[in-house]
Structures are given as C-alpha cells and as structure tokens.
C-alpha cells in the first residue's frame, strides 16, 4: 500500500530542496527553478511552483519522479524528519 503524499506548500518544498544541496537558478512567474550536480556529473533541474497553497498531489509526485527530483515519497518523508516543515 503506498503512503499519501503529505500536504506542502512549493515555498516549503523549495526550502527543503535547498537544504539538501538543490541551488536557485532562476525565478519566472511560473516558479523557480532549481539544480544539483550528481555524483555521476549529471545536472537535476526541476521547477517548483513559488506558491503558498498547497501543491496539488500529480504536481508533488512529479516533482518527486524520477525524471525531476529523484527523491520519492521516501526521499521526501527523510527530507521532512531531517528538517522539519516551517
């Protein structure tokens, strides 16, 4: 059975990102977009809505793919324990 994603906000997610070593490249109207090198060299980049709402869940599982972040719901939930959500 798999884990319901947990309510976040992107300024959350984005701040969470950020402490795990994804880096601020840009910022547009649609959100900002982060990246993080590998250890293989290749670069992440994935855009995270700037919103103070919460994301909706298709959003938050694309981001958290393997395509985008790489992190999972298991990556995330580690995130969450290691910071904590503010």
């Known amino acids: 059975m798999t884990a319901k994603l947990p309510a976040i906000t992107g300024k959350q997610l984005i701040r969470l990102l950020q402490k795990d070593g ?4 840009r ?14 060299g290749r670069t992440l980049v ?3 809505p700037d919103k103070r709402s ?3 869940a298709g959003t938050l599982a694309d981001i958290l793919g ?3 972040t790489q992190l999972g719901r298991s990556g995330l939930a580690a995130l969450i324990d ?3 959500l503010r």
């Open 27 to 40: 910022k547009s109207n649609h959100g900002i977009a982060l990246a993080k090198v590998c250890a293989d």
């Open 54 to 56: 919460a994301l909706p």
């Open 46 to 48: 994935t855009v995270v």
């Open 82 to 84: 290691k910071y904590g």
């Open 66 to 68: 393997p395509q985008q």
């Open 22 to 25: 994804w880096e601020q490249r």
